[in-house]
Nanobody
Framework: QVQLVESGGGLVQAGGSLRLSCAAS????????MGWYRQAPGKQRELVGR???????NYAESVKGRFTISRDNAKNTVYLQMNSLKSEDTGVYYC?????????????????WGQGTQVTVSS
């Protein structure tokens, strides 16, 4: 019903920057929270940051001051600007979108995940 397409991952040296994008499409009535998670090899998936419909944000302590999450409501897109990257930021980054689908008699929520994009930071 709702598809997410991520882009922007890649290989970067420590101290560098990357910008991830995640566009949502499909039967979307409204989008509430949008967020980014990451999973490093051998570790559990963890929250990186999220932004709600009012623009309020919260971040993992490990990325505060370095990463910025933003959204373009007209494009149903969420971004993650990553600066001062460290080797420990390496992992697969997934976007996550929660909202309400359109075209149903009763409001129905959705929770969708992106396919993941690899971020590798070399030291």
């Amino acid at each position: 019903q709702v598809q997410l397409v991520e882009s922007g991952g890649g290989l970067v040296q420590a101290g560098g920057s990357l910008r991830l994008s995640c566009a949502a499409s499909g039967r979307i009535f409204s989008i509430n929270a949008m967020g980014w998670y990451r999973q490093a090899p051998g570790k559990q998936r963890e929250l990186v940051g999220r932004i709600d419909s009012s623009g309020n944000t919260n971040y993992a302590e490990s990325v505060k001051g370095r990463f910025t999450i933003s959204r373009d409501n007209a494009k149903n897109t969420v971004y993650l600007q990553m600066n001062s990257l460290k080797s420990e930021d390496t992992g697969v980054y997934y976007c996550n979108v929660r909202g309400v689908v359109s075209g149903t008699m009763v409001p129905s929520e959705f929770l969708s995940w992106g396919q993941g994009t690899q971020v590798t930071v070399s030291s």
